[in-house]
Every structure is written in structure tokens, then in C-alpha cells.
């Protein structure tokens, strides 16, 4: 069972979502509108007041004081537009930083309540392409390109109308410039989508590779791996420009068409307007008006089509930021008390790619309260069967294959939970920026300081947190008290005692500490953990032999299991592994 979670939103969900934002704030957002309406109908007035002028001039007038009187309100116009203008795009923009904000918000929400194992399949770097370049697209076609296009669209259509009203003939020389602009501008939107979906969808592989390079440097350093990644990351490179010199190719055929369409309406109101002045059909004056007017279409027209290219960009980037979603998990009637049945595993078979199984039927049945230890050697399995169990991962043969814990399906159970019946505690923990009380409340309850205290004194922390200057106020993790990593370790196994969950899978939970560490804090937890069911995946051999049963790995199946004595006793493959280790 598989779920897609970083898809596309459809275009319909994200109109939907920008109108459910601006609904939200239909105020503000009418108050930008009137600003933009009212700054391109003062911007209407220059061209009718410069007509006026021409026709005083033209008619001979004998006092200048008329003109003087046009020229003043000309000027005023022109400074009454530029603060509605400025006024109606600060409007716009604080408008736009809000949407931003709410989007960004919605991500963090939703990519918080992803499903771990999902986050993992895609990679980190994948999340971070969508809450970084795709959001800043969108910011950039908020803040500037939304109120860019209202403006130069309201001030088109009612420079056209002006136009109309001021000479419905000379107006009709528009008409000569639609089908070059119509025309090729509609081959153009055809063809934008696709175009620039293949142009996100390459740059942001290339920002996932770049972020995993850099997260996984010593590593590539390590195993040798530098040049071979460094070609598949210049390669991602060249895929963003080539992508990217894709869609600019569209712009190299359609520009041509767009100054075409703005010279020949120009020549034709020259010609119409030449030929009407002579016949009396237009004054000077109005003629000087109607090439003002056509010049000044040029650029809010222009203005309004690149912008668009901008806005496809950000709805296409929007669409990829609303494709962060949370995969629907199927629920059933209300979960009841535990019911004793411990943990069950059922003929799972799972491969992270269909090519490569990693576990092949596997058959496990823990009784509730008891410990048991999964070994084996690199590869067998284990800690892809801690996922299962915990969770994280699906079997690739559901719902043949099973896990249930207490009697339910895990597959089933809503996240938290999931998490109140059975929590995976791994070898990588994160000491989270924040104070000692902030990194051990992450487990949902409320607990008292009396509460985070036991926790930490059932690790070995108690006289550790005692002697912090500022108690469990006191910042940690980066940038303030550093916290090593054995330590960051036992403030994670302080977190499973808060979370008190009726089943706990340890993955080489203290595999960072010292052996003496290691075993105090093992033998703390199983104190804390008595009566719950734990399955620990142990590669220190002295954890399984503590454990009630031990099962043995290899090659993705059980190939041993029973008391750490009698496989000892047996000879098998347990024995083995203990003998290799002494």
C-alpha cells in the first residue's frame, strides 16, 4: 500500500485555496483592489488634459492663463496617480506577505504530520525544495506580480473604454493588433505548463541533491563517492538550465509578436487619425489624445503578459506546495482498552524497491510484557522490521501481510494512536534548540517537573539536570549548551518514559553510549518497562542475552528463535554469532 504525498495539487484545489485566503481577508483585499481602480482612472486624466492643451494651443488662444490652469492639474494628476499607485501596491504587498505567511504556515503544518516513513522515501531535500524555491516563487508572484498584473490589466481596460469614449473611429484602430497578440499569446499559455513543471520538477532535484551532498559529505568522503556524486549532481545542473533554455525558447518565438502587435495599432490610429483631421471628423487635439493613449497601452500591456509568465511559475510552484498533503489513513470504530494480545507479525514481506525484497514472509508473535532481542548480522532485516512494527513503513504485501499490536492493525491506527501503542527509539536522536523542558515535553501529556525529573533520574540524568544553572529552563542544542551525543541519548530514552507506550522498539537505542553506560541505561529502562511488550534489535550481543527469546536474522527471515540459553545450547546460528563476537 502506497501513498503519494509529493504530487501536484490539481489547478482546481489551488484556485480553491486562493479563494478561500482571500475570502479570509476579502477587506483588506477590496481596499487594494479600490486603490488599483482608482490609480489607472487618475492615470486617464494626463492624456484627455494634454488633448486640451494641443486643442488651446492649436486654436490660438490669447491668454495662456487656460493653459497654464491644464497644465497645473496635469501635473497633479500625474501626482495624485503615483501615490495611488504606490499607496494600492503597498496594500497589495502586505496582503501578499500575509498569504505567504498563511501557505508557509500550512506546510509546516502538513509536512510535520506527514508519516515518517513517507518523509524518508522522499527525502528531505524534496520537502525543502517546496518550503523554500517553490514558496519564494509564490511569494515573489504575491508581493509583486499580482499587484504588477491587477494594475496594468485594470489600467488596459480602462485606457480601451477612454479610448472608446473619446473617438469610437479612431478607436476601431485597435482592432488591427488582436490577432497578433491573441493569437500567438494563446500557442504561448498552451504551451507555459508543462514547460515550467519540467523546470521546477528539475531545479528542485537539483536542490534535493545539493542537500543531501551536503548532509551526506563525510560519508561520500569515506566511502570514495565524491567524483561519482559530483557528476550526478553537475548533471542535475545541466537538467535545470536545459529546462530552464526550454521555456525561454517559447519567449524567443512569442516576443517578437508582442512588439508587432504594439507598432501596427500605433501606425494605424496615425494613419486613421491623419486621414479623420483632415476630413474634420477629429480635431488635433483628440488625435494627440488617441496616440498618447495607444502609446501608453504598450506598457501595462507588456507589463501584464510577462508578469503572467510569472504567475504561471507560482501557480504551477503553488501546486507543488499544495501536493504536500497528509496520506488519508483508513480508521476504524474507536480503539478500545489494550487487549493482551502483545505483537503479532504476519507472512510481511517488504522491499523498498521492487527489484530488492528485504524481508520475505516473516512470522512473529511477542507476547505481551515480554523482551525479546532481534540479531543478526548487517543486512538481515532487523531494523526494516523495527519500522514495520513501529509503523513507519507498510508491509509491500498488505493486507496479506500483517502487523498488529494488541490485537489491532497498525495500518489502521490514526497517528497518535499509533504512537501511544508502540514507538520506535533508534540510534539517531535530535537534541531540538530549546530548553531541557521543551526536548523532553515532545511526547503528547501533560507532565508536572516532579514527572520530567523521574525521567531523567530512571537514565542516569538526575544529578545532571540538578547541576544545570538553570534547571530544566536551561537552553541546549545548537548555538547554546552543546549536549554529546551519549547524553542526547538518554534524554531520548527520558522521552520513552513520558511516553509510556504499551509496546517500545529499541534500534540500537544505546549503541553511542559506553558498555557501562549502555547497560546502566538499559537496565533503567527495562526497570521502567516492566509489563510492556519490547522488541530491542541488539548488535551487542550482552542486550540479547538479557532478552526472554532472541530471534535470528539473515537474508530477510527468521531463522532461529527461542531463550538466549538454549540456542547457546543448540549450536545454530546464535551461537555462532555470540562465538564471532568473544
Do not use: C
Not at 107 to 129: H, I, N
Not at 161 to 182: K, Q
Amino acid at each position: 500500500m502506497t501513498a503519494t504525498v509529493l504530487g501536484y495539487a490539481s489547478g482546481r484545489e489551488a484556485l480553491r485555496w486562493a479563494a478561500a485566503v482571500i475570502r479570509a481577508r476579502r477587506r483588506r483585499f477590496v481596499t487594494a483592489t479600490g486603490l488599483f481602480l482608482a490609480a489607472s482612472a487618475a492615470g486617464l486624466v494626463g492624456p484627455q488634459l494634454l488633448g486640451r492643451i494641443v486643442d488651446e494651443v492649436a486654436g490660438g488662444a490669447g491668454s495662456t492663463t487656460r493653459i497654464d490652469v491644464l497644465a497645473a492639474i496635469f501635473l497633479a494628476a500625474l501626482l495624485v496617480t503615483a501615490w495611488l499607485r504606490r499607496a494600492a501596491r503597498w496594500r497589495a504587498g502586505a496582503l501578499g506577505e500575509d498569504l505567504l505567511a498563511a501557505n508557509r504556515t500550512q506546510l509546516v503544518d502538513r509536512a510535520l504530520a506527514l508519516p515518517l516513513g513517507q518523509v524518508e522515501a522522499v527525502g528531505t531535500g524534496a520537502l525543502l525544495s517546496r518550503a523554500t524555491t517553490d514558496l519564494d516563487r509564490v511569494d515573489s508572484a504575491l508581493r509583486q506580480g499580482l499587484p504588477e498584473i491587477v494594475t496594468a490589466a485594470v489600467t488596459v481596460v480602462l485606457t480601451i473604454v477612454a479610448m472608446i469614449v473619446t473617438s469610437p473611429l479612431l478607436a476601431l484602430a485597435l482592432l488591427v493588433g488582436v490577432p497578433t497578440i491573441v493569437l500567438p499569446t494563446r500557442w504561448l499559455w498552451r504551451r507555459l505548463p508543462p514547460a515550467q513543471a519540467r523546470m521546477l520538477d528539475a531545479w528542485a532535484l537539483l536542490a534535493s541533491r545539493a542537500h543531501e551532498s551536503t548532509a551526506g559529505a563525510r560519508t561520500l568522503d569515506a566511502l570514495g563517492r565524491v567524483p561519482a556524486r559530483r557528476r550526478g549532481d553537475h548533471a542535475a545542473l545541466d537538467g535545470g538550465v536545459d529546462r530552464e533554455r526550454d521555456l525561454r525558447a517559447l519567449y524567443v518565438r512569442w516576443t517578437p509578436w508582442l512588439e508587432i502587435s504594439h507598432a501596427l495599432p500605433l501606425a494605424a490610429v496615425l494613419l486613421l487619425g491623419g486621414w479623420a483631421y483632415a476630413e474634420g471628423l477629429a480635431s488635433l487635439g483628440t488625435v494627440t489624445t488617441m496616440v498618447v493613449y495607444t502609446q501608453a497601452l504598450a506598457t501595462p500591456l507588456d507589463t501584464a503578459l510577462w508578469w503572467v509568465e510569472d504567475l504561471m511559475v507560482a501557480a504551477t510552484a503553488l501546486r507543488r506546495v499544495l501536493g504536500v498533503r497528509v496520506p488519508p489513513r483508513p480508521v476504524t470504530a474507536p480503539v478500545g482498552p489494550r487487549t493482551g494480545a502483545g505483537l503479532e507479525v504476519e507472512g510481511v514481506r517488504f522491499a523498498y524497491r521492487p527489484d530488492r525484497p528485504v524481508l520475505h514472509g516473516v512470522d512473529l508473535r511477542v507476547p505481551p510484557g515480554e523482551r525479546w532481542a532481534v540479531v543478526g548480522g548487517s543486512g538481515a532485516g532487523k531494523s526494516t522490521l523495527a519500522r514495520l512494527i513501529a509503523g513507519i513503513s507498510v508491509p509491500s504485501n498488505y493486507p496479506a501481510g500483517s502487523v498488529r499490536i494488541n490485537g489491532r492493525e497498525v495500518t489502521f491506527l490514526d497517528d497518535d494512536t499509533l504512537r501511544s501503542e508502540v514507538l520506535l527509539l533508534t540510534q539517531e536522536h535530535h537534541v531540538f534548540t530549546g530548553s531541557v523542558r521543551d526536548n523532553l515535553l515532545l511526547p503528547a501529556g501533560a507532565f508536572t517537573d516532579a514527572d520530567l525529573h523521574r525521567a531523567l533520574g530512571v537514565v542516569g540524568l538526575g544529578e545532571w539536570a540538578v547541576g544545570l544553572p538553570d534547571g530544566l529552563d536551561t537552553v541546549i542544542g545548537a548555538g547554546a549548551r552543546p549536549v554529546p551525543a551519549p547524553l542526547a541519548q538518554r534524554l531520548a530514552l527520558a522521552r520513552v518514559v513520558l511516553a509510556d507506550p504499551g509496546t517500545v522498539v529499541l534500534d540500537e537505542a544505546t549503541s553511542l553510549l559506553d558498555t557501562v553506560s549502555a547497560r546502566r541505561a538499559e537496565q533503567a529502562l527495562g526497570r521502567v518497562l516492566a509489563g510492556r511488550t519490547v522488541v530491542a534489535i541488539a548488535h551487542r550481543l550482552h542486550t540479547a542475552a538479557a532478552a526472554d527469546r532472541v530471534v535470528v536474522m539473515a537474508d530477510g527471515r527468521i531463522v532461529e528463535q527461542g531463550p538466549p540459553d538454549e540456542l547457546l545450547a543448540a549450536g545454530g546460528e546464535y551461537a555462532r554469532l555470540v562465538a564471532a563476537a568473544a
